[in-house]
Nanobody, 123 residues
Framework: QVQLVESGGGLVQAGGSLRLSCAASGRTFSYYTMGWFRQAPGKAREFVAVISGSGDTTYYADSVKGRFTISRDNAKNTVYLQMISLKPEDTAVYYC????????????????WGQGTQVTVSS
């Protein structure tokens, strides 16, 4: 079992930056691929970024590539999402998720989810 708790969301102006954190419970954090997803009102949950257990491999949605950076600190059981040059269309609830299988961009393949943190980007 893994419990995930996101933090770091908030209200920011377009062009601003935020760093999201996701703290995980358990002693096997490095076994898990970690993903960030987001869901805007009335829309389906969509993939944002994923990082392998070792942190060596990352992959991003085209919509955030070059602006968002996913990273992890296995000693702290934490995964991060650094977001810069934020746009109003980035407004959503952001979720982190954990999966013991290989990295996936599909939400239904993730076993564990956090409760989400709201990111609002004003124009």
């Amino acid at each position: 079992q893994v419990q995930l708790v996101e933090s770091g969301g908030g209200l920011v102006q377009a062009g601003g930056s935020l760093r999201l954190s996701c703290a995980a419970s358990g002693r096997t954090f490095s076994y898990y691929t970690m993903g960030w997803f987001r869901q805007a009102p009335g829309k389906a949950r969509e993939f944002v970024a994923v990082i392998s257990g070792s942190g060596d491999t990352t992959y991003y949605a085209d919509s955030v590539k070059g602006r968002f950076t996913i990273s992890r600190d296995n000693a702290k059981n934490t995964v991060y999402l650094q977001m810069i040059s934020l746009k109003p269309e980035d407004t959503a609830v952001y979720y982190c998720a954990a999966d013991v299988s290989s990295a996936s961009i599909l939400p239904y393949e993730y076993d564990y989810w956090g409760q989400g943190t709201q990111v609002t980007v004003s124009s």
